[in-house]
């Protein structure tokens, strides 16, 4: 969006976020240092004779994509990714957004070969729920069994970093 632009260009935020960082990641090693985020996007079939594709924000628009459907296939996904400084990623989630389910519903399926390479033994997940804000409960499975896990083998790592 818009403000968001104007806030990332921001000299006194990139200057702030620099002494965040390196007051509070000083004498921390590079495997603890991590970072989540993530990213949404909408895939859309507007034009049927034109197969899928995934719609883009158009420049000078405020108003973030939705997942609101204009009648046809149209679903909002989001990419929840995780990564510390030492170069390590956790495992993928993408929330995908069901008008139909009820506000704390949430489903989960684990998906192999979904993973950060191409091996069949790495995986990934997919999630459901209401909107693609998710709710309480998918954020509990996601502290549990993505966040958590993902900082523990960090921590296994020390040892061996160089």
């Known amino acids: 969006t818009h403000a968001r632009i104007v806030a ?39 034009c049927p004779d034109q ?5 883009q924000e158009r420049a000078g628009n405020d108003n973030p994509l939705t997942g609101e459907s204009s009648g046809g296939l149209d679903f ?38 979904m993973g950060t390479n191409r091996e069949q033994t790495n995986f990934g ?3 459901f729920t209401k909107t693609r804000a998710c709710n309480a409960a998918f954020y509990r499975w996601f502290a549990q069994e993505v966040i958590v896990p993902f900082f523990e083998q960090s921590r296994e790592s020390i040892d061996t970093e160089v």
């Not at 993530?38 to 859309?44: E, L, N």
Request: negative net charge; glycine residues 8%.
């Open 125 to 127: 997940f997919v999630c």
């Open 8 to 46: 990332e260009g921001d000299p006194r935020n990139a200057l702030s976020m620099h002494a965040l960082v390196v007051a509070f990641c000083k004498y921390l090693q590079s495997c603890m240092i991590g970072n989540f985020d993530a990213t949404q996007f909408v895939v859309s079939q507007e």
């Open 76 to 113: 909002a996904i989001k990419y929840y990714h995780l990564n510390n400084a030492a170069g390590f990623t956790g495992i993928p989630v993408f929330n995908i957004a069901d008008a139909a389910m009820d506000d704390s519903a949430f489903d989960v399926g684990k998906i192999s070969g």
């Open 51 to 55: 197969g899928f594709y995934i719609k």
